[in-house]
Antibody
């Protein structure tokens, strides 16, 4: 059973960079056929896809966040990470990491429990 | 404003059936598979339906999905109080919103 766990600071100051890590267990970030994604959810609102990274390091980002987002993978630690620069209060949200599997279509089949990140001075 | 359109809320009594719709266009639902996610209060989303109408192991057959043209539907029969949750549709978008997109979510209330 694949499990994902987010970790990182729960409070980030405006204009700084948000950094989160997702640790994968029960599976490998190097396994072919999967992508590893970040998704966020502001309080009381819907889900927003942030981006994904393949096992080979190929990335795709939400066009509306692309200029501020970097997703990377560390196979030696079985982790992948998110960096979001120049944050504002609008970036306050619960951040989820998830595995993206291509069955016929793109499907998030495993999710982390989520971690709340608040942007405030 | 979400790329995919869902009703904000639906409600029905225990034992009844409810339908949740998800509307898109040709750059997303019209040319891609749809998945559905259930989010119980305070928890992470959980995969409910993938590839329009397939259920992962462990998901009861009370949950079913379908797709027609640029719209998709989630049906839940034999409603239980434990089904009260937010439901999200999702798919891939190859247009201006290129990437994975979600609906705004539908709050299901079991009366």
């Amino acid at each position: 059973q694949v499990q994902l766990q987010e970790s990182g600071p729960g409070l980030v100051k405006p204009s700084q960079t948000l950094s989160l890590t997702c640790t994968v267990s029960g599976g490998s970030v190097s396994s072919g056929g999967y992508y590893w994604s970040w998704i966020r959810q502001p309080a009381g609102k819907g889900l927003e896809w942030i981006g994904r990274i393949s096992t080979t390091g190929t990335t795709n980002y939400n066009p509306f966040l692309k200029s501020r987002v970097t997703i990377s993978v560390d196979s030696s630690k079985n982790q992948f990470s998110l960096r979001l620069s120049s944050v504002t209060a609008a970036d306050t949200a619960v951040y989820y990491c998830a595995r993206l599997t291509w069955f016929g279509g793109a499907t998030f089949d495993y999710w982390g429990q989520g971690t709340l990140v608040t942007v405030s001075s | 404003q979400s790329v995919l359109t869902q009703p904000p809320s639906v409600s029905a009594a225990p034992g009844q059936k409810v339908t949740i719709s998800c509307s898109g266009n040709s750059s997303n639902i019209g040319n891609n598979y749809v998945s559905w996610y259930q989010q119980l209060s305070g928890t992470a989303p959980k995969l409910l339906i993938y590839d329009n109408n397939k259920r992962p192991s462990g998901i009861p057959d009370r949950f079913s999905g379908s797709k027609s043209g640029t719209s998709a539907t989630l049906d839940i029969t034999g409603l239980q109080t434990g089904d009260e949750a937010d439901y999200y549709c999702g798919t891939w978008d190859s247009g201006l919103s290129a990437g994975r997109v979600f609906g705004g979510g539908t709050k299901l209330t079991v009366l």
